[in-house]
């Protein structure tokens, strides 16, 4: 996504940590090398681990430490923190629909505290209950539901 504002271009490059590794360090290279122009800001969204291991393969013939290599072109890093357990139930309580606030405490408890892996467990959660209730599957608790997902999402 490109961003226009008063002061110049804003560039928003998502999921870097997808790409080919060898593609993902060009892109970057490319950004610092030749793109690197007043007025324009880049904004990426990437695992960091996941870049820091792409560099240490492609430079591993150097003595070359991969977080100077890309202090050098990240200038302002943001890591998204955990949620603070404090803070877990207002985080969770507005992802959840209104058949599935009776799981709302286990959730709480159980999910951890990485916000990717909670919304991408409430959408499992979600389309599980939806396809039980379509189902009309006799007896069907979604705190049950729930509770299964959670053991079996410890061993994925």
């Known amino acids: 996504m490109i961003r226009v504002s008063q002061n110049g271009w804003s560039f928003f490059i998502d999921d870097l940590d997808r790409c080919m590794p060898d593609e993902a360090l060009k ?3 490319a950004l610092k090398l030749y793109l690197n122009i007043e007025g324009c800001i880049y904004f990426l969204g990437v695992d960091g681990h996941a870049l820091e ?3 240490k393969r492609r430079y591993e013939h150097l003595d070359l430490k991969e977080t100077d290599y890309l202090d050098k072109i990240v200038q302002l890093p943001f890591i998204i923190p955990p949620i603070e357990p404090r803070c877990m139930d207002s985080f969770i309580q507005p992802l959840l629909s209104d058949e599935l606030h009776s799981c709302r ?3 709480v408890d159980g999910l951890g505290d990485n916000p990717r892996h909670i919304k991408r467990f409430i ?4 389309f599980n209950h939806q396809l039980a209730c ?3 599957i006799p ?3 979604p705190r049950v539901l729930a509770l299964l997902l959670l053991i079996i ?3 994925f």
Do not use: A, F, P, W
């Open 27 to 29: 892109l970057l290279e």
């Open 139 to 141: 007896d069907y608790d």
């Open 105 to 107: 405490k286990m959730l």
């Open 53 to 55: 291991q792409s560099v």
């Open 153 to 155: 999402g410890r061993y």
């Open 123 to 126: 959408n499992i959660l979600t």
């Open 134 to 136: 379509v189902l009309k």
